[in-house]
């Protein structure tokens, strides 16, 4: 904790609720997929800071979004600074942001992980009110449940066997978001165990599986890794030609609209690949 920090801590009382209530004109966010909702539901000049994280993921949805708005790391520091009236944070913010908000008088919002769509549709409800927008979070629930129906009204198809895999040894199992994606899809998760969240699996326990499709993270430039690489394995690529989807990482690591666009633009990339399945 900086020196401005302590100093506030120690000398500031907590201020009281507002009698009123109004839309919060500084609003920063602390956490990712808080970043996302925020840039969704608030215009620019109401937002004080998104974290360091957002702008990759705003590319990949929206871009531009971000533009123009000033990044945070999280620290005290940037709470001080940047004197928010709102502070969207994680599920487990730390003790200090919560005594800081405290001090300046700045609510604090913990927005759970999403790893379904009902989340999705609490946290859209929980953000929007916070941020006093919530006719555009409903318009956000009514677009993802729009396309929740399309893909639901798309007829039934013999399930492909996939696995969310780009190299490295975890994989994401029923109980995460892109469980729930592939599921809604149509599709067979083979990592999925009962309770689990990430699972593991190399290079030859894949083979030996002999999923239907690959499915990849990315959507973007991708930075070369160790994982990476192992994801463009010479031996998968030879099986795999034609079988590898790749789907927007930010769109199954946080829960947003997108998620259900997500989930219908892989049932159409399975709609679309070759007839002929992997040799097991």
Not at 103 to 109: D, E, M, T
Not at 184 to 189: F, K, Q
Not at 208 to 232: F, H, I, M, T, W
């Amino acid at each position: 904790m900086g020196a401005a920090a302590a100093v506030l801590l120690a000398s500031q009382p907590a201020a009281a609720a507002p009698s009123g209530y109004a839309k919060p004109q500084r609003i920063l966010s602390m956490n990712l997929c808080a970043d996302m909702l925020l840039l969704e539901l608030v215009p620019k000049p109401r937002i004080a800071a998104v974290t360091y994280l957002a702008h990759d993921g705003a590319e990949a949805l929206f871009p531009g979004a971000d533009a123009g708005i000033a990044i945070n790391h999280g620290t005290a520091e940037d709470i001080i600074n940047l004197k928010p009236d709102l502070i969207l944070a994680g599920a487990f913010s730390t003790p200090l942001t919560r005594r800081l908000a405290k001090a300046i008088g700045a609510p604090i919002v913990e927005v759970p992980d999403a790893t379904s769509f009902d989340d999705i549709r609490r946290n859209l409800h929980q953000v929007g009110a916070a941020v006093g927008e919530p006719a555009r979070a409903e318009t956000l629930v009514a677009r993802m449940d729009a396309d929740l129906a399309a893909l639901a009204a798309l007829p039934a198809r013999p399930p492909v066997r996939v696995i969310a895999w780009s190299g490295g040894d975890s994989v994401p199992g029923k109980e995460t978001l892109s469980g729930r994606i592939i599921e809604a899809a149509g599709a067979v998760n083979i990592a999925a165990r009962p309770g689990q969240t990430y699972g593991a699996i190399d290079v030859e326990e894949l083979l030996a599986a002999r999923p239907d499709a690959l499915l990849y993270g990315g959507g973007g430039p991708l930075k070369p890794s160790v994982r990476g690489e192992e994801g463009q394995h010479r031996v998968l690529r030879r099986l795999y030609a034609g079988r590898r989807i790749v789907y927007s990482d930010i769109a199954h690591t946080c829960g947003l609209p997108q998620s259900a666009r997500s989930a219908l633009d892989l049932r159409r990339a399975l709609d679309a690949l070759p007839e002929q399945r992997v040799a097991r």
